[in-house]
């Protein structure tokens, strides 16, 4: 299995709050990217990163921010987190040309 | 917009018959294709991928067929199995793009059960 791990796995959290969730992989892959999973909607795309410091956005960005200050992390920021934003999340990592390989989700609730 | 399309949301079938699960694109840049399993809890995990140069990839019990004129592709897992009730994800990436990241576009997903 791919050395990739998300934290927290499940989160509680009220309306307006912030919220960070963070991914760690051991494999020095260059590529890492943040997916939502909802009902419906299957994987979403919300923000990915090509290098330290090099990110972009993806299918879904609004409200999210990332950062990518080491190659091993991998930070997804919601900077007040609404009831629309209630999903699992999933970080993903890639070497180019490849498949992804998913970490295990963090799920994550918005009351 | 979709560009990537599952129809079909959920799937039955017995054990030992064939499962053909569904795909279709829009983008025309799409030029390699995967397939992801997923269960309930987990992350999801490679399955089989196709590029666009094939039309056929196989792998033990999972096969993928890709019809590029019709912007579809299908998996064939025969026989199937219990084991096999899962979630499955196709996606599509443009690699032979200039600005590609490696990232993926996925569908709505497939639920699978396979009866015993």
């Known amino acids: 299995d791919a050395g990739i791990t998300q934290s927290p796995r499940h989160k509680v959290t009220e309306t307006g709050t912030p919220v960070t969730l963070r991914c760690h992989q051991t494999e020095n892959h260059r590529y890492m990217y943040w997916y939502r999973q909802d009902p419906g909607h299957g994987l979403r795309l919300i923000h990915y990163?090509?290098?330290?410091?090099?990110?972009d956005k993806g299918e879904v960005s609004d409200g999210y921010s990332v950062s990518r200050s080491k190659t091993e992390d991998f930070l997804l920021t919601l900077e007040s987190a609404t009831s629309s934003q209630t999903s699992v999340y999933f970080c993903a990592i890639s070497e180019v040309y490849g498949e992804l390989f998913f970490g295990e989700g963090s799920r994550l609730t918005v009351l | 917009d979709q560009q990537v399309k599952q129809n079909s949301p959920s799937l039955s079938v017995q054990e030992g018959r064939i499962s053909i699960l569904n795909c279709d694109y829009t983008?025309?840049?799409?030029?390699?294709f995967l397939w992801y399993k997923k269960y309930p809890a987990e992350g999801p995990t490679f399955l089989i991928s196709?590029?666009?140069?094939?039309d056929k990839n196989e792998d033990g019990r999972f096969t993928v067929f890709l019809n590029k004129s019709a912007k579809h592709l299908s998996l064939h897992i025969v026989p199937s199995q219990p084991g096999d009730s899962a979630v499955y994800f196709c996606?599509?990436?443009?690699?032979?793009?200039?600005?590609?990241?490696?990232?993926?576009?996925f569908g709505q997903g497939t639920t699978l059960q396979v009866k015993p």
């Open positions: 996606a599509a990436s443009a690699q032979s793009s200039s600005s590609n990241t490696g990232k993926l576009i």
């Open positions: 990163s090509y290098g330290v410091k090099d990110t």
């Open positions: 983008n025309s840049m799409f030029d390699y």
């Open positions: 196709i590029s666009s140069i094939k």
